[in-house]
């Protein structure tokens, strides 16, 4: 039997304490099972930002949508996640990110590093992290056990292997990073080669005794009777992609509801993704999907 679906929003938008827990508690309404905060200068900081959203509300869960690891010692985030998982009453998922903003960390005077040196820094992360958070004499204390869920996104080869040996969610982006690009350019996976990144995380992850859950980042959500309308942004941005490629794309939803709705079970079925997150431009169009999947 497939995993049943669960739904994620990624909240970009700073705002002060009443607007913030409003659109946490609209989140909670629409149906949304996790609200989640990303890790970027000019964003929210997270941590803060997800105890306020588990405050406000009562259903969801929180979450980091992803922590950028190259910005944090482990010890720190080993502080943050347990004093968060403790404010919010063991709600916190932990997700996971290399980083891949350049920009950003310049203007945080923090070393950038080559692709191999952030992955290498992620994953001795999560080893620290499993270290510090799973000794007894670390304080402060989670609530979860035997430890906070953790989410890693990823999508080249050494990041799909350390997601199948750690993530109890291997969030899969849909996107690759232009290379040269120093704002965090990306470009969107067509089908087939999210086929394949899917495929090398199955067969590294073949050993695993509990199959984790698996996610992916929808970057355009639209219930719509014009759809070519909609994705033309998108076509001007990538010039190599067709009208019908754009459509295509996993992380695109664009089309009447029904429609949406089924291709959102059809990439189940293709692909394993339960685990559906949109970011909060999103948020409300995506709702009627919510009320025709939730729970099943």
């Not at 989140?27 to 959203?53: C, K, M, N, Q, T």
């Not at 969030?171 to 990144?197: C, H, I, K, N």
């Not at 495929?199 to 014009?226: F, K």
């Amino acid at each position: 039997m497939p995993r049943p679906f669960r739904f994620g929003v990624n909240l970009l938008e700073p705002a002060p304490v009443g607007e913030w827990r409003a659109k946490c508690r609209r989140a909670e309404r629409l149906g949304y099972d996790v609200i989640l905060v990303p890790d970027h200068l000019g964003r929210p900081a997270p941590f803060p930002a997800l105890v306020s959203a588990a405050d406000a509300t009562e259903r969801p869960r929180v979450g980091t949508f992803v922590l950028n690891t190259g910005f944090w010692n482990p010890a720190l985030p080993a502080r943050e996640v347990a004093t968060t998982d403790a404010l919010t009453g063991g709600r916190l998922e932990l997700g996971l990110g290399t980083g891949y903003v350049q920009s950003e960390h310049d203007a945080a005077a923090l070393p950038y590093g080559s692709p191999g040196e952030r992955v290498d820094h992620l994953h001795r992360t999560v080893r620290e992290l499993d270290g510090l958070l799973g000794a007894e004499t670390h304080l402060p204390r989670p609530v979860q056990k035997p430890r906070v869920p953790l989410l890693i996104g990823a999508n080249g080869d050494r990041m799909l292997r350390i997601a199948a040996e750690h993530a109890d969610i291997a969030a899969f982006t849909g996107a690759r990073p232009v290379a040269g690009s120093t704002t965090g350019r990306l470009v969107p996976l067509p089908a087939e080669e999210l086929d394949a990144r899917v495929a090398l995380y199955r067969r590294l992850a073949a050993g695993r005794e509990e199959p984790a859950e698996l996610n992916l980042l929808i970057q355009m959500v639209a219930v719509t009777d014009d759809p070519a309308g909609v994705v033309r942004p998108l076509l001007e941005r990538n010039p190599d992609l067709t009208l019908e490629g754009a459509l295509a794309l996993p992380v695109v939803l664009a089309g009447p509801l029904a429609e949406i709705v089924e291709r959102v079970r059809a990439q189940r079925e293709r692909f394993g993704f339960s685990y559906l997150t949109v970011l909060e431009p999103y948020m409300e169009a995506f709702a009627p999907v919510i009320e025709s999947l939730h729970g099943k």
